[in-house]
Structures are given as structure tokens and as C-alpha cells.
């Protein structure tokens, strides 16, 4: 078995921002109440002719290029995404055929804002087995696509964006060192897109009744990612042989700071030791996660042989925890 690690890591997010204030306009909320209860100030939303494919592409080109990749050396493709631009073909084979990477399987994952990290984890054990040598994993959502605007519960949390890594072989003791997955579907009515699959097809009726935008449960969906953010943080700490204290930075899914805070606090995690964007961003899904990562990264706050715990939770219900140690040797192809 390889070690497996990043080896180049990028990010994305569409140029229109969208504030609290304009959000104001459009439904009954408020700048404060918003603040308050979610951290978020604003969010990203993609353009008329953006699809989720666009900012994948736009992710995948950054990792590649810092990774010193080319798209003909990647040798598999995963996107893990809940808004693909068609139910099918897989967005993972529109990204495939954009960046001409065509050597390349591709198969796009399902599992919600914990996207990332199961796709990390994936993409790690080709990587781990020799079956590939590198793998490119992307986290991208267009979530404003399936966003009821007439919902205030639900459209002051999401924004667009995308994130990406390439994966391959690194030197013992450095890239991911546990992984833990998990999932409950008895939870899986509290988020969901009712309509639009094969249970309910679109209809007159589905798109009267708004069923093809998401429905959330906050509060039961609250209390699980709570839970289950610090279930999961301990359980991957430890499975890596590591103590709390010995983390480095810890990078979690960005859907609220309340959740956050919450979560971490009970572990006695100080915030420092906790990277935040999602003030700028809010929750970008499959994306946000890899988004966070990239950003700590570009502000110096990830350097080489750092303990990096990564944490999510999302539709399903389903989380994901995983363990890396940092390797900033750039491309690592020949080691």
C-alpha cells in the first residue's frame, strides 16, 4: 500500500456576490438575524450561463496547475456533487472532456456537503491500492439553481463554488492517516429535494408545489450536524493515532458557525485552531470543505507536516472525518 496525499489543491467561486442586504430585498429577513444565527454575510451565485461543470472546470485547472499535472496524466475523475448539470451523463465526464483529460475514468459522487471528504477518501485508496497513480477529486455545487428564493428559511444559507485536489503518492508517514464515513438514512427526509427522481417525476403538479428546491428541517438537521461533527472529529483523531492538541488546524464544513462553534467548543478546540470562511461564502455543499482547505493553505496557515482534520456532515444523512498530514514537496509525482 502507498501513502496517499494532495498534491495540488484549487478552488472556485463565481464572481456575483450576494449580500445579506440584498437578501433583504427579496425576502422578509435581516443583515443581523442572518449574522447572528448562521455567521454568514454573504454568498456567491453562479452566472445565467454557469453550471455546476463550469466551476468544477475552474477548480480543477488550479489543482492541476499547482499540482504540475497535466489533464492526460490523470488517470480518474470524481466529482462529488448534489446539483449536476443533468441527471445524466455524470458531470465528472462533461469535466473529463473539458480538461482533455482523456485517459481519465470518471463517476461523479452523492453526498451532500460531506462531498468532499468522501471523495478525498475515495480517491485515496486508488491511490493507496497502485491501482492509479493520480486521481483528481472535485466538490462543486450549484445550489442556487435548487434554491426556493420564497423560502427564508433555507435561501440565506447557500451559495455556489467549487474546490478540487489531485491526489497521488506521497512519502510514508505524510497524507491522509484515518478516515471515517458514515451515514443514517432514516434522517433523509430532514434535507432533501423532494422531486425531480424517479419517485416523483417533474410534474404540473411537483413544480406548483415547489418540490424541485430544497427542504430542510433546521432544527433536526442542527442538532444532528452537532452531534455528529464532534462523534466524528474524535473518532478520526484517534483512529489516526493522534490527540486533539496534536492538530494542527481544524478545517470543517462551512455551513454554520454556530454549528461550529458549538461542536468545537465541547472539545475545547480554541478557535484559532479553527478555519472559517464562511462568512464570504456560506455553505457551498460538496464544495465547502476543499474551498476552506485552499484558502487556509493560500494564508499561510497550512505548512508542511501539519495535522489537518477534516470534518462533514450532509444529506443522506451521511458525515465524514478524515486525517491529513501535509506534504508541501509541490509535485510529488516521482516520489
Not at 441527471?87 to 468532499?116: I, K, R, Y
Amino acid at each position: 500500500m502507498y501513502s496517499a496525499g494532495i498534491l495540488g489543491i484549487g478552488s472556485y467561486a463565481p464572481d456575483k456576490i450576494l449580500t445579506n442586504a440584498d437578501l433583504e430585498r427579496i425576502v422578509e429577513t435581516s443583515d443581523e438575524w442572518i449574522s447572528t444565527r448562521t455567521g454568514i454575510k454573504e454568498r456567491r451565485i453562479v452566472a445565467q450561463d454557469q453550471a455546476t461543470s463550469d466551476l468544477a472546470v475552474e477548480a480543477a485547472r488550479k489543482a492541476l496547475a499547482q499540482a504540475g499535472v497535466s489533464g492526460a496524466e490523470i488517470d480518474l475523475i470524481i466529482v462529488a456533487t448534489i446539483s449536476p448539470d443533468m441527471l445524466f451523463p455524470a458531470t465528472a465526464c462533461l469535466v473529463q472532456d473539458a480538461l482533455e483529460a482523456n485517459n481519465a475514468a470518471a463517476f461523479d459522487l452523492s453526498a451532500g456537503c460531506s462531498g468532499f471528504v468522501y471523495a478525498l477518501v475515495t480517491g485515496a485508496q486508488f491511490v493507496a491500492s497502485g491501482l492509479y497513480e493520480k486521481v483528481l477529486i472535485i466538490g462543486a455545487d450549484a445550489l442556487s439553481r435548487l434554491t426556493d428564493w420564497e423560502d427564508r428559511r433555507t435561501c440565506v444559507l447557500f451559495g455556489d463554488g467549487a474546490s478540487a485536489a489531485v491526489i497521488g503518492r506521497v512519502p510514508e508517514g505524510y497524507g491522509l492517516l484515518a478516515s471515517v464515513l458514515g451515514a443514517d438514512g432514516s434522517g433523509g427526509e430532514t434535507l432533501m429535494l423532494p422531486a425531480g427522481g424517479s419517485r416523483r417525476p417533474a410534474s404540473l403538479e411537483t413544480v406548483q408545489a415547489r418540490e424541485h428546491f430544497i427542504k430542510m428541517e433546521g432544527r433536526e438537521v442542527f442538532k444532528f450536524a452537532v452531534r455528529i461533527m464532534q462523534e466524528a472529529t474524535l473518532q478520526v483523531v484517534e483512529k489516526a493515532g493522534l490527540s486533539l492538541d496534536e492538530i494542527d488546524l481544524f478545517v470543517p464544513h462551512q455551513a454554520n458557525v454556530r454549528i461550529i462553534e458549538a461542536s468545537l467548543s465541547r472539545m475545547g478546540v480554541p478557535s484559532e485552531r479553527v478555519f472559517l470562511n464562511v462568512d464570504k461564502y456560506g455553505n457551498t455543499s460538496s464544495a465547502s470543505i476543499g474551498l476552506a482547505l485552499d484558502e487556509a493553505c493560500q494564508e499561510g496557515k497550512v505548512t508542511d507536516g501539519a495535522n489537518l482534520a477534516l470534518v462533514g456532515f450532509g444529506a443522506g444523512l451521511t458525515w465524514g472525518g478524515a486525517v491529513l498530514r501535509w506534504y508541501a514537496g509541490g509535485n510529488r509525482s516521482d516520489d
